[in-house]
């Protein structure tokens, strides 16, 4: 908090004005009662008593009876605030009110909706309570205070006055068709609201991206009950916006109902000078409770989620107390409440509908180097004829993502029409995820969890199937290499994940198979978007050269999804349903179209020119590759970035070698990257081999 000396004393700001207005029968009378005994008390409120042409003992409201003659003579002094004629009557509000506004006290007084706008102009603030009802209980209502009858009645039913509200006037709608109770409770509430909203005004610091509130020191919402490391959330009449509060103790000066929003915060909110809002602590008692009980290790329910996770969505847990739960649920997330999480995590995203029986999706829990089946799979699939929309990331610590990778030949950051019109031309696509089906609760967490190395295979099932649904997918395919270097270590956690995968997904309401793969070592021979491209391209032109390792993984994975067509029905005939479409060139055709749909590159990305050759320093057979030293030295050499950057690998897993061969080539754009990948590979290539 930034605090500073202030001298003098504050004036203290005008009251409101309340005009509490509505159709006859709507119960004004009764609910000014009302909140007359809640608020009278404090000495806060005034309840104006109306002067009225009307004998004093004539029933209804208690008022101060005038004849017509003394109401003119009173009206020609000035002696009122506004006056209006009614139903044959004239009516009018003291002037002396004025000075009980000056005097910082609230005014709250029975009118007209006719001088709406008139009065506007003579009061500091002017707030219009509208009270209404059905027709049916005004007309119960005017007949029991015993004043009018029959054709009396029906002709107050029948006048209708506009509501004309000013610009800068509050206006509240009380529905009063309930019990008294409730309806001096709704109107109790609009009074405390008002008296609580506050005028935004730019105030003069720059606090980068942090949305940040002032508050003066004699708010009128009480400054320091919203201090501490929790946000707020201002609400205005269209947009709202979460910030933390700061309260000044010196200038710029702020009146007790103004709101200062620094440079970045008045700008997202994105509201004229001097709007009105509504503030409020943050996040609300039962999210917070929801919290706690994560923290201690209990398990939450999808309501509890749902609010939770919104809170965190819209910035009103400071990022220490995310991080807390984040830590939480790490350690302790049943199989119902990964569910609860997808389903709660779907909500925040809208669905996509293809309008078609059999909407497949593939996911990799990735970190394999090359093992880019992905761009294989997908011309298999849709040359078979289902439906496949396939959103894919970028890479984040390795060296190519699928959506890298199909960079290389075309173009990926596709619209959603894009996308729809490619998947109605070619079954299927292969497009960036960060302008689709994108989360911006991700974005929250990641901008937490990455920093602190937090990570949670449970969770990520609830945030990768919670796309699956948003993009509209009915069947999914999931890909969970395993082993020593790769996120999954054992087999036997592997196969367990792929249970709660499985288990998730038919609770969704999806079709979800997860298959243990091995991640022992890299799949194919290219490390880097284009040298994987190359990979791929081997492969769909069944050239003699292509790897086989990738072709096998890549002919499976298709072959499982192909078995969700009914008229194949089984592994075995999705494989040779796959086989076929290769063989033939189907799958390399439907390839080249979804490029062509995408949008194909006018120069597709060739590897790198400049090369350095890493060779074995002894003979043996390869005993192991460190996948994460192969994949650092691709990116030292420019990749993904550089998508002609990476490595193209002359010898696997198990290959015998001799002295001076070749065991792998970087490729770089740059002659300093070449020099630094080389360097990284000269102190250890990542390779291991020698004699058994």
């Not at 070698?657 to 990948?677: C, R």
Request: hydrophobic share 45%; net charge neutral; aromatic share 4%.
């Amino acid at each position: 908090m930034n605090e500073s000396t202030v001298s003098g004393t504050r004036p203290v700001p005008p009251g409101i004005f309340f005009l509490v207005v509505g159709p006859s029968g709507a119960g004004k009378d009764t609910l000014i009662d009302g909140a007359r005994a809640a608020l009278v008390p404090a000495g806060r409120h005034v309840f104006a008593t109306r002067v009225i042409t009307r004998p004093a003992d004539a029933g209804g409201e208690q008022h101060t009876a005038a004849t017509d003659e003394q109401f003119a003579q009173d009206e020609q002094a000035g002696r009122f605030l506004i006056t209006w004629s009614a139903h044959g009557l004239r009516y009018g509000l003291p002037a002396t009110l004025a000075n009980e506004l000056q005097g910082g006290r609230h005014v709250i007084a029975n009118g007209s909706r006719g001088v709406i706008a008139e009065l506007a102009g003579r009061v500091p603030r002017l707030v219009v309570l509208h009270i209404s009802a059905d027709r049916g209980a005004l007309a119960e209502r005017i007949l029991e205070r015993g004043r009018e009858e029959g054709e009396q009645v029906a002709q107050r039913l029948r006048r209708e006055v506009t509501l004309a509200v000013p610009e800068g006037v509050q206006l509240f709608d009380i529905h009063n068709d309930g019990t008294i109770d409730e309806g001096r409770e709704k109107l109790l509430a609009a009074i405390d609201s008002a008296q609580r909203s506050l005028k935004i005004v730019p105030y003069p610091v720059d606090t980068w991206r942090e949305r940040v509130a002032y508050l003066p020191q004699d708010s009128v919402v009480g400054a320091a009950d919203y201090l501490g490391p929790g946000r707020i959330s201002i609400e205005g009449p269209s947009r709202s916006i979460t910030a933390s509060v700061h309260m000044t103790l010196g200038g710029p000066a702020l009146a007790a109902d103004e709101i200062g929003l620094s440079v970045h915060a008045f700008e997202s909110l994105a509201l004229a000078q001097g709007t009105r809002v509504d503030i409020r602590r943050t996040p609300a008692p039962e999210s917070r409770q929801a919290l706690r009980e994560k923290i201690q290790g209990h398990a939450l329910s999808e309501a509890q989620y749902a609010l939770l996770l919104e809170d965190i969505l819209q910035g009103r847990y400071p990022d220490s107390e995310v991080a807390a739960f984040l830590v939480a649920a790490t350690r302790s997330l049943s199989d119902r409440e990964v569910v609860a999480l997808a389903r709660v995590r779907a909500s925040f995203m809208p669905r996509i509908d293809w309008n078609a029986p059999i909407v497949v999706d593939k996911h990799s829990m990735g970190g394999i180097p090359g093992s880019r089946i992905t761009l294989i799979v997908i011309p298999i699939v849709a040359a078979h004829g289902l439906l496949i929309p396939k959103t894919s990331s970028r890479a984040i610590t390795s060296a190519a993502g699928t959506a890298d990778a199909m960079e290389a030949v075309a173009r990926v950051d596709l619209t959603a029409a894009e996308v729809r019109e490619t998947v109605q031309r070619t079954k299927g696509c292969i497009a960036w995820n960060g302008r689709l089906n994108h989360s911006a609760l991700d974005d929250v967490m990641n901008h937490i969890t990455r920093p602190l190395g937090i990570d949670s295979n449970r969770w990520s099932v609830a945030s990768i199937l919670s796309k699956k649904l948003s993009a509209g997918s009915t069947h999914v395919i999931v890909d969970l290499p395993w082993g020593p270097q790769a996120k999954l270590k054992t087999l036997a956690e592997a196969s367990e994940l792929a249970r709660l995968f499985e288990t998730v997904g038919q609770a969704l309401g999806l079709v979800v198979q997860a298959h243990a793969t091995d991640g022992s070592a890299p799949i194919g021979r290219g490390i880097g978007p284009a040298l994987e491209v190359q990979d791929v391209r081997q492969v769909l032109s069944s050239a003699p050269n292509a790897p086989v390792d990738l072709r096998t993984k890549a002919l499976a994975f298709a072959a499982h999804i192909l078995a969700w067509d009914p008229a194949l029905g089984h592994y075995e005939a999705g494989l040779a349903r796959a086989e076929e479409l290769l063989r033939s060139g189907a799958a390399l055709e439907k390839f080249e179209e979804i490029i062509d749909a995408q949008g194909r590159r006018a120069e597709p990305v060739q590897p790198a020119a400049l090369a350095h050759f890493v060779r074995a320093r002894g003979h043996g057979r390869i005993r192991s590759i460190d996948i994460a030293r192969i994949s650092e030295v691709a990116r030292r050499a420019g990749a993904p970035a550089d998508k002609a950057a990476g490595i193209h690998l002359a010898a696997g897993l198990g290959e015998e070698v001799v002295k001076g061969q070749v065991l792998y080539t970087i490729h770089a754009s740059a002659a300093s990257d070449l020099e630094a990948a080389a360097h990284l590979a000269e102190q250890a290539s990542g390779i291991a081999h020698g004699m058994d």
